[in-house]
């Protein structure tokens, strides 16, 4: 069983910076994806960054490559998001997820934090 607590998010202005935690309590394997989505309002939730539990593998959404880092700290078992740059598009609920399939696939993901708010204003 892995459980998920994100911390971060809020408000930011367009161009600034926020940056998103998970902590991580449980055991996942090393080949566990560690992922973040977000869902805005009306829309479905959709991908934004992954890292293998590992750290070999990062994934990103092109909607925020060059913008957005994920980052892994084995010490603290906690996963990152850095947003750079955040446009009005970027207002979502974000959340980070655990799973074992394709990181870049929402159904491969089984557990689930409550998802932080991010709101960017233009």
């Known amino acids: 069983q892995v459980q998920l607590v994100e911390s971060g998010g809020g408000l930011a202005q367009a161009g600034g910076s926020l940056r998103l935690s998970c902590a991580v309590s449980?055991?996942?394997?090393?080949?566990?994806?560690m992922g973040w989505f977000r869902q805005a309002p009306g829309k479905e939730r959709e991908f934004v960054a992954a890292?293998?539990?590992?750290?070999?593998?990062?994934y990103y959404a092109d909607s925020v490559k060059g913008r957005f880092a994920i980052s892994r700290y084995n010490a603290k078992n906690t996963v990152y998001l850095q947003m750079n740059s955040l446009t009005p598009e970027d207002t979502a609920v974000y959340s980070c997820?655990?799973?074992?399939?394709?990181?870049?696939?929402?159904?491969?993901?089984?557990?689930w934090g409550q998802g932080p708010q991010v709101t960017v204003s233009s």
């Open positions: 890292i293998r539990w590992n750290g070999f593998e990062i």
């Open positions: 997820a655990a799973g074992s399939g394709a990181a870049r696939d929402l159904g491969s993901y089984n557990f």
């Open positions: 449980g055991r996942p394997t090393s080949g566990y994806a």
